[in-house]
T-cell receptor, first 113, second 117 residues
């Protein structure tokens, strides 16, 4: 069966520091991969998605970036965090057809102080 | 552009009663999928139910059913026999054709459901 893991689960970082959140999927190949962010009490906002290695599409201009160095690995990064980057970050995956469900990882709570 | 609307920020329901969570959507793509997710306080997003735009029958999964009215562009979630553990945030989401920007999932703002004993 397929599983998705992301880490770290909780992160407290000072303003201006770098960020790296990592996500890996097991049990499938060539998945679509996604990074979402959820601000407190609000819905999910799609940040990045990827349909293959090295292929990244950005939905929202910001100081975050994403990379997909391997088929089942998706990384969310920032060189300098802002206070507004605080939130709950969720990695997700799906197979590459419309009717298939998108499954989420456990999420990472980021607090920028 | 595609859009998902959940007009109920919060809902209360008595334990063992049924509750309907509203969701309307807008898309120009004839091929799309509609999803409902549950998010408890722990934060994880739990998939509940899926309805394809070409499906003739409403989807059901245990106590969850999706009231799909295509002409009205609505996809309401019905939870029967509510349980205390159903208290959570519920999100409606839509996914357009894969060939349209990777088939990304767009979410509504959510409805917070509270089940009262």
């Amino acid at each position: 069966s397929q599983t998705i893991h992301q880490w770290p689960a909780t992160l407290v970082q000072p303003v201006g520091s770098p960020l790296s959140l990592e996500c890996t999927v097991e049990g499938t190949s060539n998945p679509n991969l996604y990074w979402y962010r959820q601000a407190a009490g609000r819905g999910l906002q799609l940040l990045f998605y990827s349909v293959g290695i090295g292929q990244i599409s950005s939905e929202v201009p910001q100081n975050l970036s994403a990379s997909r160095p391997q088929d089942r690995q998706f990384i969310l990064s920032s060189k300098k965090l802002l206070l507004s980057d605080s939130g709950f970050y969720l990695c997700a995956w799906s197979v590459q057809t419309t009717g298939n469900t998108i499954y989420f990882g456990e999420g990472s709570w980021l607090t920028v102080v | 552009a595609q859009k998902i609307t959940q007009t109920q920020p919060g809902m209360f329901v008595q334990e063992k009663e049924a509750v309907t969570l509203d969701c309307t959507y807008d898309t120009s793509d004839p091929s799309y999928g509609l999803f409902w997710y549950k998010q408890p306080s722990s934060g994880e997003m739990i998939f509940l139910i899926y309805q394809g735009s070409y499906d003739q029958q409403n989807a059901t999964e245990g106590r969850y059913s999706l009231n799909f009215q295509k002409a009205r562009k609505s996809a309401n979630l019905v939870i029967s026999a509510s349980q205390l553990g159903d208290s959570a945030m519920y999100f409606c989401a839509m996914r357009e054709s894969f060939y349209n920007q990777g088939g990304k999932l767009i979410f509504g703002q959510g409805t917070e459901l509270s089940v009262k004993p």
